[in-house]
């Protein structure tokens, strides 16, 4: 996927995401991380066979590195328990709708890419193809009479 400005996201084997920046980069995956400076691995929690524990690791990472971070991300262990939560608290989840919706459409459309073997591009605010890429049919499916989305 090419994003606006050039940012670009690759379907590959390994981390669920893999975040590149000028200092570093960070790998992340469901209770597994590593997080790398400079070409070296700094921390980093995969499996207890390691010899790392992960709360261990994460709490060197964020006091050693993110400190003084302009941008700090909110902590859910559970995106249910935090939904269930947020249904009480009145606030928003971590994975909100339009969090959780955008991540699914990106997913849809490489399905698509990977099944029809085409090339696409994206319209997210009119939420369709862009210049003639894509064919309509591929956003729906045939609903069993009388049910239909308008």
């Known amino acids: 996927l090419v994003y606006e400005k050039g940012i670009k996201v690759h379907h ?11 200092e570093g ?3 992340v995956n469901r209770g597994r991380f590593e997080f ?5 691995k700094i921390a980093g929690y995969v499996d ?3 010899g790392t524990n992960l709360t261990t ?7 050693e590195y993110l400190k003084n971070a302009k941008v700090k991300l909110y902590v859910s262990q559970s995106h249910t328990r935090d939904f ?8 928003r989840p971590i994975t909100n709708e339009e969090v959780g919706g955008r991540s699914a459409i990106c997913c849809h459309l490489l399905n698509q890419i990977y099944y029809n073997h085409a090339s696409i591009q994206w319209n997210p605010k009119k939420m369709r193809f862009a210049k003639g890429s894509g ?3 591929w956003l729906t499916k045939n609903y069993r009479a009388p ?4």
Do not use: Q
């Open 48 to 50: 207890r066979e390691d």
């Open 36 to 40: 790398h400076r400079g070409g070296k």
């Open 147 to 150: 049910w239909n989305v308008a």
């Open 25 to 27: 980069e960070v790998k």
């Open 57 to 63: 690791e994460l709490r060197r990472v964020e006091d």
């Open 12 to 22: 590959m084997d390994g981390f669920g995401i893999h975040f590149y920046g000028s």
């Open 135 to 137: 064919k309509p049919e």
């Open 84 to 91: 269930l939560d947020c249904v009480k608290s009145r606030k």
